[in-house]
């Protein structure tokens, strides 16, 4: 709660008077002409505890972005983020997982087919390791 936020609950009730002395008069006394523009009006912001947690996030996240690009403008370099890319399995890594996917439950970690796997994986020449294989056993093996 700020300032603002004071000055308007406690100016609501009067508001809310003069709105309603303003509907009698429209509506029930008929002395002036209906205009129905103002009569759901409130002078208070009402918040959800949800609405407020994104609100949050969104602005450490801009706070974070702003500190970023100041240390960057300092150095005079240009703000550049990499972009996250997916792992392709290549045809000669699939080759060497197929017999894996045929068992039903993954082997052991320390079974010699595993460490055979892993040992052709990388003279492949890319990184893996036992979670990224058992990842790709878990989506890609026989039921």
Not at 39 to 51: E, F, G, L, R, V
Not at 108 to 124: C, T, V
Request: glycine content about 4%; charged content about 30%.
């Amino acid at each position: 709660m700020n300032s603002e936020g004071f000055l308007r609950l406690f100016s609501c009730y009067n508001l809310g008077i003069i709105r309603l002395d303003s509907i009698l008069q429209q509506d029930i006394y008929k002395t002036e002409e209906r205009n129905v523009k103002g009569h759901c009006t409130c002078n208070i912001i009402s918040y959800k505890s949800q609405n407020l947690q994104i609100e949050k996030q969104g602005k450490k996240g801009k706070a974070k972005v702003n500190d970023s690009n100041n240390n960057n403008n300092d150095n005079g370099e240009e703000n550049s983020t990499k972009p996250v890319y997916r792992r392709k399995t290549s045809k000669a890594e699939k080759n060497i997982l197929e017999h894996l996917l045929f068992f039903s439950s993954f082997p052991d970690d320390d079974s010699n087919l595993i460490n055979n796997i892993l040992e052709n994986l990388n003279n492949e020449g890319t990184e893996w390791d036992l979670p990224r294989v058992k990842k790709y056993w878990s989506n890609y093996h026989y039921r």
